[in-house]
């Protein structure tokens, strides 16, 4: 019988017979664990492709025959894998699955800590970022000078749900003050009445009592009714109006959050679903990673939507019509005369006011763990982690490009799409230009839409970073490139750094579009292990202040450990990194002046 095992040393973590309709068993397995796969007994003729999740087994990991069996050599195959992981063996020539199996991976190269840190690293790095670009135009409604603490929160939408929770406790006991003595003003309104003794009658209804042949006196004698002009209080004030537009506001945000809180929960509900627990394995995996997370999202939904009523319900007792009211509007109305001086209102005015200032941008991002992979989430918190880097030297952060997506009024979505960049100035006039993921063509595509290119492949290179270094022409505002370096970011382990040195090692020959001279200097990968800068030619030399021994002309490649886990020291490093781009490009133009000169 034909069987599909996946087997890791001399163990055999697993078979599976090979048929079209067969079960899905399970294993357990460690994230950097050697694994390989073999068919045996395969039919002759038949050839066989393995894929991993939706990605199939690499080129450089071919079926050997064997004769009885086929085999892929073992490897860490699962490499940023994490949690249930479809491992599939297909039909070589139709696509068909012929054998399933789950993964239960537990990741092992990065701590839960060092995970938790990318995010946060993350958030925190990408919102310094976006206050540089808009803090003056933005936070000028606060009426603050602009500053990094400016009361900008990276928030999710549970985080903010979880904010806007601790605020309605402290907001919600003084709105039933103000309801036990609302704010009221008179406004004259008409009702049918008795007129009082000395009331003053407008001339129309002095008509109407001498068209019944009575004078104004006899009419309050007689007690006549008439409708006239009545001062009766009303609620419809603006204090009142901006307190409800205000929980409006407040009630439209938490409906955004829960609609995202429930969308995750169904999709994590309908994940498990699909699993299916006949497996006890699978169903420890799941009972230990995923129940807890739905249990904590229903938590979060349940607390939302009783929010959402209370809130409704406030809105309601104060029997205002509901508005909508921009920021600045909210501002202006919190120095009205009512607001300073009733102590109740007074105090909800300093609360909202407050709320506002916290919140005059708020960053999200997705909340969905399983949404990037974690080769991903890496490559990101490199890039913001060198853009930190970048800022930390002293250099400014001056445009962006698909960074920051506007999703509505004070209000960003973070995110990094392939070719998303920003530009950093240095003091000396130069440009730094921060690329991720470039798409870098062959010259006749790239002539017009891009600064480099290479010749060495019909496809289309990316690696996952590249800092460009721009110079100022004749015209200040025509800069040319003048300097590279390549950064990849690998998650990967300490022993596999250099192989994967030596795969990247062809984007040294990156050209630059204006001269065709290879303008990649530098040749890094950025791997999650302990922070350190190492060239791999040991005679460079690379100092914690970015002093580089090397000839201006030579090319350098090496390894750069950033460890999520390790801010402490990952930060100088890649500060270190920084400097060293810095100086070794200034040395390597000041040699090409030199030697144009002497061309001359």
């Avoid at 003003?185 to 068209?211: C, H, K, N, T, Y």
Wanted: glycine share 6%; proline share 5%; hydrophobic share 40%.
């Amino acid at each position: 019988m034909t069987q599909f095992v996946i087997f890791s040393g001399r163990s055999t973590l697993l078979k599976v017979p090979v048929g079209k309709s067969q079960a899905t068993p399970s294993f357990e397995v460690q994230e950097t664990m050697p694994i390989g796969f073999r068919v045996d007994d395969p039919s002759e003729d038949q050839e066989f492709k393995i894929s991993i999740g939706d990605v199939p087994l690499g080129d450089d990991v071919p079926a050997e025959d064997f004769g009885d069996t086929i085999r892929w050599r073992a490897g860490q195959h699962l490499s940023g894998a994490s949690g249930v992981t479809h491992i599939s063996l297909r039909d070589a020539a139709t696509g068909d699955v012929l054998a399933r199996s789950l993964a239960l991976v537990e990741p092992s190269k990065l701590s839960a800590r060092a995970y938790d840190a990318m995010f946060a690293d993350m958030r925190r790095i990408s919102v310094e970022l976006l206050l540089d670009l808009i803090s003056k135009s933005r936070l000028a409604l606060a009426q603050r000078p602009s500053s990094r603490s400016g009361g900008v929160q990276p928030l999710t939408a549970r985080l903010e749900l979880s904010q806007i929770r601790q605020f309605w406790s402290r907001l919600s006991p003084i709105l039933a003050d103000i309801l036990e003595d609302p704010h009221m003003e008179l406004r004259q309104r008409r009702s049918i009445r008795r007129p009082r003794p000395g009331e003053r009658l407008m001339p129309d209804v002095l008509r109407r009592f001498a068209q019944r042949g009575l004078g104004a006196r006899e009419a309050v004698r007689t007690g006549a009714l008439v409708e006239l002009p009545t001062a009766m209080p009303d609620r419809n004030t603006r204090e009142n109006s901006v307190i409800v537009a205000f929980m409006d506001m407040l009630w439209r945000r938490v409906d955004r959050s829960l609609k995202r809180a429930r969308a995750e929960r169904e999709m994590r509900v309908a994940r498990q679903r699909s699993f299916g627990l006949d497996d006890a394995a699978l169903a420890r995996f799941i009972q230990l990673r995923e129940e807890p997370k739905i249990a904590r999202l229903q938590e979060i939904i349940d607390a939302g939507e009783g929010i959402v009523t209370e809130i409704r319900r406030a809105m309601r007792s104060f029997a205002v019509p509901v508005t909508r009211m921009s920021r600045q509007d909210f501002l202006g109305t919190f120095n009205s005369p009512y607001f300073r001086s009733h102590r109740h209102y007074a105090r909800a005015a300093r609360l909202m006011h407050a709320f506002l200032d916290t919140t005059a941008v708020v960053v999200e991002q997705g909340d969905a763990e399983g949404a990037k992979s974690i080769e991903t989430i890496f490559e990101q918190w490199v890039f913001f982690q060198i853009s930190a880097a970048f800022q930390a030297v002293g250099l400014s952060c001056i445009s962006h490009n698909s960074i920051f997506e506007p999703i509505a009024r004070d209000r960003f979505s973070v995110d990094l799409d392939r070719n998303a960049a920003i530009d950093f100035a240095a003091k000396d006039g130069r440009i730094l230009r921060l690329r991720y993921e470039p798409t870098i063509l062959r010259l006749q595509a790239a002539q017009g839409i891009d600064s480099i290119y290479q010749e060495q492949s019909s496809w289309a290179w990316t690696p996952d970073i590249v800092v460009e270094v721009l110079v100022p022409g004749r015209d200040p505002r025509d800069y040319r490139l003048a300097y590279a370096a390549v950064i990849d970011a690998k998650y990967t382990t300490a022993g596999n750094v250099w192989d994967r040195l030596e795969k990247i090692e062809k984007y040294r020959e990156i050209r630059s579009v204006d001269t065709g001279n290879q303008i990649a200097r530098q040749v890094w990968v950025a791997a999650s292990i302990e922070a350190s800068l190492q060239p791999r030619d040991k005679a460079v030399a690379w100092s914690s202040g970015g002093e580089v021994s090397a000839d201006p002309g030579d090319v350098i490649l090496g390894v750069v450990g950033a460890d999520p886990a390790d801010p402490d020291r990952t930060g100088p490093t890649l500060r270190a990194l920084v400097l060293g781009i810095l100086n070794h490009a200034e040395a390597y133009a000041l040699s090409n002046r030199s030697t144009a000169a002497q061309r001359a």
